[in-house]
């Protein structure tokens, strides 16, 4: 009996507006710190792509007339491992909730004050339009 080789399990997880990586060991029950990326504001809400080559993460500062954003992430192969791909995009307000369509051609920002969603067309190369 040959041993298959290990999968990776990555988890992101944000504290404030730094989005962490970590190795997930399920055997062992381990979790692993491997880095992290600073974004525009305290991380709201991330969204992969159906491709999973790419995060895409609502972010905003806070008090009244803050600046929210979208910013679109690479996730490199095999690591996990993040790094900003292209400049945030500026949001109306402060997302409560992010998602991809399901062919990878737009991200859609809820919004609650007021109601209303903010669709954001991808680029080609996985940045937001």
């Not at 298959?4 to 990586?21: N, V």
Request: hydrophobic fraction near 35%; proline fraction near 6%.
């Amino acid at each position: 009996m040959t041993d298959s080789p290990a999968r990776r399990t990555t988890l992101y997880a944000s504290i404030g507006a730094e989005l962490g990586w970590y190795d997930v060991d399920i055997e062992g029950g381990a979790i692993t710190r491997r880095g992290g990326v600073q974004l525009p504001g305290n991380v709201q809400y991330a969204w992969p792509h159906p491709s999973h080559e790419f995060l895409y993460v609502a972010s905003s500062q806070q008090g009244a007339g803050a600046l929210a954003q979208v910013s679109a992430l690479r996730i490199e192969p095999g690591s996990g491992a993040l790094s900003r791909h292209g400049e945030p995009v500026l949001l109306h307000q402060r997302a409560t909730h992010i998602c991809v369509d399901v062919a990878g051609e737009h991200v859609l920002a809820a919004h609650n004050h007021p109601s209303l969603v903010g669709v954001y067309r991808l680029q080609p190369d996985g940045t937001v339009g």
